[in-house]
T-cell receptor, first 108, second 117 residues
Framework: QKEVEQDPGPLSVPEGAIVSLNCTYS??????FMWYRQYSRKGPELLMY????GNKEDGRFTAQVDKSSKYISLFIRDSQPSDSATYLC????????FGKGTRLHILP | KAGVTQTPRYLIKTRGQQVTLSCSPI?????VSWYQQTPGQGLQFLFE???????NKGNFPGRFSGRQFSNSRSEMNVSTLELGDSALYLC????????????????FGPGTRLTVL
């Protein structure tokens, strides 16, 4: 079993919809959780990070961590075509472990 | 302030050759990490350097090596290239290693696309 599992998609949703992106993990030692966004032909950029369980909101983005279920989510409200990208979850142990990424397409 | 730069951006090599990739971190950043990104395996950690010392290494064969210079610039080398080494190689820099818990951010470069024929 991989340490971090993420559905690769692609996920296509209409503009304005709420998007839900998810990852599961197996290592209960993970304490720090991150979401990166990667546009085509670019390196990943950090969107949000959270520590331990709970929610964190930043504009249209909400990151949620459920440590009891080993499950993290990223919600995007009022999705825009510019949100079309690959979203990678990541977790920190002694190094950063990434999910494989979910390709998201927002349809105008 | 300039971002992380990687050279070259694209590279084509043949099996058995060796390759050296370069990364210049953001000014003031002393930690540099390297990753390999492929469609099948995703983003995988190669190694991390801080103040010219390798702090951490991923599960890659010894053909993959790296180093960091006193100005924090880093190079990675892959010897005896195999077809499976075709990937996007990403470099990321940060002020300190494992930046997450202290709220620092790791910044990625655009990557070097390596194709092995």
């Amino acid at each position: 079993q991989k340490e971090v599992e993420q559905d690769p998609g692609p996920l296509s949703v209409p503009e304005g919809a709420i998007v839900s992106l998810n990852c599961t993990y197996s290592n209960s030692a993970f304490q720090y959780f991150m979401w990166y966004r990667q546009y085509s032909r670019k390196g990943p950029e950090l969107l949000m990070y959270t520590y331990s369980s709970g929610n964190k909101e930043d504009g249209r983005f909400t990151a949620q961590v459920d440590k009891s279920s080993k499950y993290i989510s990223l919600f995007i409200r009022d999705s825009q075509p510019s949100d079309s990208a690959t979203y990678l979850c990541a977790m920190l142990d002694d190094k950063i472990i990434f999910g494989k990424g979910t390709r998201l397409h927002i349809l105008p | 302030k300039a971002g992380v730069t990687q050279t070259p951006r694209y590279l084509i090599k043949t099996r058995g050759q060796q390759v050296t990739l370069s990364c210049s971190p953001i000014s003031g950043h002393r930690s540099v990490s390297w990753y390999q990104q492929t469609p099948g395996q995703g983003l995988q950690f190669l190694f991390e350097y801080f103040s010219e010392t390798q702090r951490n290494k991923g599960n890659f064969p010894g053909r993959f090596s790296g180093r960091q210079f006193s100005n924090s610039r880093s190079e990675m080398n892959v010897s005896t290239l195999e077809l499976g080494d075709s990937a996007l190689y990403l470099c990321a820099s940060s002020l300190i290693p494992n930046p997450g818990p202290l709220g620092d951010t790791q910044y990625f470069g655009p990557g070097t696309r390596l194709t092995v024929l």
